[in-house]
């Protein structure tokens, strides 16, 4: 599949769990980010990593941890989450950070029980 | 940091009707536009773009406008059709780069056949 593919596209844990999401991006590009959409909300970007380094992180709680092992991977570990957690996680890339056009995933719908 | 207000939060219009999205921002360094459509159950995609150097751009049915003055853009998509049916959101963003981002809350546009 070409473009930015999100696993899994629906994950529920237990708030004791530790899970992991996982984005891929086929694109080439430089630039992915971690954006999390709750409902009547804004989109919130949580995390940017540019050539593998973490550029911006908005003050995301320590029960997100983010990996990005190299420029087509991106994941985001997630460890003793509450049910306010629950949303719909959103992967995206861009051919830089110097580049507008971002490119998403179709999510992972997680819920925190 | 940058506030983007957007309205309606849902719109139903009849099928070849046009229908008008209204985003209003704070920051008056923003320069840079964009529009998303996300479907159900799908991936935000961006469907136009505009910035601050220009008043208007068009991409067949679908148009944006911005008044700098007021801090406000608009999107506005003319003969409806069912495959408008989506999610819109709007973003501002006050320098080159994804990360600075800021999304609306999101407009549920249903066109009814």
């Known amino acids: 599949e070409t473009g930015v593919t999100q696993t899994p596209r629906h994950l529920v844990m237990g708030m004791t769990n530790k899970k992991s999401l996982k984005c891929e991006q086929h694109l080439g590009h430089n630039a992915m980010y971690w954006y999390k959409q709750s409902a009547k909300k804004p989109l919130e970007l949580m995390f940017v990593?540019?050539?593998?380094?973490?550029?911006e992180n908005n003050s995301v709680p320590s029960r997100f941890s983010p990996e990005c092992p190299n420029s087509s991977h991106l994941f985001l570990h997630l460890h003793t989450l509450q049910p306010e957690d629950s949303a719909l996680y959103l992967c995206a890339s861009s051919q830089d950070r110097g580049h507008e056009k971002l490119f998403f995933g179709s999510g992972t719908q997680l819920s925190v029980l | 940091g940058e506030n983007v207000e957007q309205h309606p939060s849902t719109l139903s219009v009849q099928e070849g009707d046009s229908a008008v999205i209204k985003c209003t921002y704070s920051d008056s360094a923003s320069n840079y536009f964009p529009w998303y459509k996300q479907e159900l159950g799908k991936r935000p995609q961006l469907i136009i773009d505009i910035r601050s150097n220009v008043g208007e751009k068009k991409d067949q049915r679908i148009a944006v406008t911005l008044n700098k003055t007021a801090k406000h853009f608009s999107l506005h998509i003319t003969e409806t059709q069912p495959e408008d049916s989506a999610v819109y959101f709007c973003?501002?963003?006050?320098?080159?780069?994804?990360?600075?981002?800021?999304f609306g809350t999101g407009t549920r546009l249903t066109v009814i056949p």
């Open positions: 973003a501002a963003s006050r320098q080159t780069g994804a990360n600075n981002l800021f």
């Open positions: 990593y540019s050539l593998e380094e973490r550029v």
